[in-house]
């Protein structure tokens, strides 16, 4: 009963408020910067979650989790060393791997280029690249027909088409002193690999049979890569493995290329989360300017409530109520205002990067060439339950403030 009568009486004081500029003018500000606060955070928050989601969709799909190599030279046994591998419980999948640089020349334009020997049949196991093949074009893409798939930023760069012929030069390794020429081959274009960002920028794809025969390496291959089933984790499995293996491999895992990516954005939420703490702290902190001066213009009302016999408990949770109120309005302003932006983020960052004429996030630099956005529920509810706590807070000294007023004082005064 006297929670409700408290919650009432708050209420109704808070309706009241508009008598007095200034308590209202305050109340607006503070509710519009926890609103603002919580907007910012939560739009933050989905922003590194959308990074974290693309991460995983877009490099961690395309890449192996990890590769094991010869010490020197290429690895010959091969396929014992992919059977060794696939008997552990841990690696869901494994395929050979041909990497070697090269040069690919289409009339006047020429670009370094990664070039990547893969077998159709296997690669569709180990990695989402043949999905990421425009116009479906991976089902014809065979050993024996001088074919290549080129990634998108290098086949703009080039301006190459699907079905145009380009010539690719590979070096060729000499014993001697004297500099020999690369060797030389035509190859067709027939697929385009577009996955956005810079992955895209400097590789190509070439059967895994056809790489062998332009190396001149029999049925050697450079390396075995491998899938885990948990690929935050994928250092330790994989260093493990190499273990269990009968003969001594140099290994690598996803993380000594694209760790720092995934670092770097768990960094920044810890940042976010503990910016979230600060700037909600600092806006529920206006709360208590808010109920200072409540307090101040409430004297009278209070003196009254305390004359008829209102306690000093009763005082204290009705300017409570009237904090958590204000931090209430606010969080949920907030809340709804966050959700809606971080939504629709990507598409908004669209529509001003189209009117500023500017890529915010340059293809060519990051992974990926737009910004994006995943609401996570949990999220939410960390800000909006923080905000509260801290508003609740904040509301308890003006509350205990309030408790002090000696009524025979005040209406002596009026």
Same mark, same amino acid.
């Given at each position: 009963?006297?929670? %409700?009568?408290?919650?009432?009486?708050?209420?109704? $004081?808070?309706? &009241?408020?508009? #008598?007095?500029?200034?308590?209202?003018?305050?109340?607006?500000?503070? @509710?519009?910067?926890?609103?603002?606060? =919580?907007?910012?955070?939560?739009?933050?928050?989905?922003?590194?979650?959308? $990074?974290?989601?693309?991460?995983?969709?877009?490099?961690?799909?395309?890449?192996?989790?990890?590769?094991?190599?010869?010490?020197?030279?290429?690895?010959?046994?091969?396929?014992?060393?992919?059977?060794?591998?696939?008997?552990? !419980?841990?690696?869901?999948?494994? +395929?050979?791997?041909?990497?070697? +640089?090269?040069?690919?020349? %289409?009339? !006047?334009?020429?670009?370094?280029?990664?070039?990547?020997?893969?077998?159709?049949?296997?690669?569709?196991?180990?990695?989402?690249?043949?999905?990421?093949?425009?116009?479906?074009?991976?089902?014809? $893409?065979?050993?024996?027909?001088?074919?290549?798939?080129?990634?998108?930023?290098?086949?703009?760069?080039?301006?190459?088409?699907? &079905?145009?012929?380009?010539?690719?030069?590979?070096?060729?390794?000499?014993?001697?002193?004297?500099?020999?020429?690369? #060797?030389?081959?035509?190859?067709?274009?027939?697929?385009?690999?577009?996955?956005?960002?810079?992955?895209?920028?400097?590789?190509?794809?070439?059967?895994? @049979?056809?790489?062998?025969?332009?190396?001149?390496?029999?049925?050697?291959?450079?390396?075995?890569?491998?899938?885990?089933?948990?690929?935050?984790?994928?250092?330790?499995?994989?260093?493990?493995?190499?273990?269990?293996?009968?003969?001594?491999?140099?290994?690598?895992?996803?993380?000594?290329?694209?760790?720092?990516?995934?670092?770097?954005?768990?960094?920044?939420?810890?940042?976010?989360?503990?910016?979230?703490?600060?700037?909600?702290?600092? +806006?529920?902190?206006?709360?208590?300017? @808010?109920?200072?001066?409540?307090?101040?213009? #409430?004297?009278?009302? =209070?003196? =009254?409530?305390k004359t008829l016999g209102a306690t000093n408990q009763l005082i204290k949770h009705i300017f409570i109520w009237y904090g958590v109120i204000s931090g209430l309005i606010g969080s949920l302003m907030g809340v709804i205002l966050g959700v809606v932006l971080a939504w629709q983020l990507s598409n908004i960052m669209a529509v001003i990067e189209s009117i500023i004429g500017y890529k915010l996030l340059n293809g060519h630099i990051y992974f990926i060439d737009f910004l994006p956005s995943e609401i996570?529920?949990?999220?939410?509810?960390?800000?909006?339950?923080?905000?509260?706590?801290?508003?609740?807070?904040? !509301?308890?000294?003006?509350?205990?403030?309030?408790? #002090?007023?000696?009524?025979?004082?005040?209406?002596?005064?009026?």
């Open positions: 009963m006297s929670m %409700n009568l408290s919650l009432i009486t708050a209420i109704k $004081f808070r309706k &009241g408020r508009r #008598k007095s500029g200034m308590v209202s003018l305050i109340s607006i500000i503070s @509710t519009l910067s926890i609103a603002i606060g =919580i907007a910012a955070l939560i739009i933050g928050l989905s922003a590194m979650n959308g $990074f974290e989601r693309e991460l995983n969709n877009r490099v961690l799909s395309v890449i192996p989790n990890g590769q094991f190599y010869a010490p020197y030279g290429n690895l010959d046994n091969w396929r014992h060393v992919q059977q060794q591998l696939q008997k552990n !419980s841990n690696i869901v999948s494994t +395929a050979p791997l041909i990497s070697f +640089a090269g040069l690919i020349e %289409n009339g !006047s334009k020429l670009s370094a280029v990664e070039v990547q020997g893969v077998d159709p049949q296997q690669e569709t196991t180990i990695s989402a690249l043949p999905k990421y093949v425009l116009n479906d074009k991976w089902q014809t $893409f065979k050993a024996d027909n001088q074919q290549l798939i080129i990634g998108a930023g290098l086949a703009e760069r080039l301006s190459i088409k699907e &079905g145009s012929w380009v010539s690719l030069l590979i070096p060729v390794a000499s014993g001697s002193n004297q500099l020999k020429p690369p #060797k030389r081959v035509r190859l067709q274009v027939v697929g385009i690999l577009e996955l956005s960002g810079s992955l895209s920028n400097n590789v190509a794809l070439i059967p895994l @049979t056809d790489a062998q025969k332009l190396l001149d390496i029999g049925d050697s291959v450079t390396s075995v890569v491998v899938n885990v089933n948990h690929v935050y984790q994928a250092n330790q499995i994989i260093s493990q493995a190499a273990l269990n293996l009968d003969q001594n491999l140099m290994f690598t895992s996803w993380e000594y290329s694209f760790g720092f990516m995934y670092r770097d954005i768990q960094m920044i939420r810890q940042i976010m989360y503990l910016a979230m703490i600060v700037v909600i702290g600092v +806006a529920c902190f206006n709360i208590v300017s @808010t109920l200072v001066i409540a307090v101040k213009d #409430k004297q009278r009302d =209070i003196a =009254i409530l996570h529920l949990l999220d939410v509810v960390i800000v909006f339950i923080t905000a509260m706590l801290l508003s609740l807070i904040a !509301s308890y000294y003006p509350a205990k403030r309030a408790c #002090k007023i000696d009524p025979a004082r005040i209406l002596n005064s009026f």
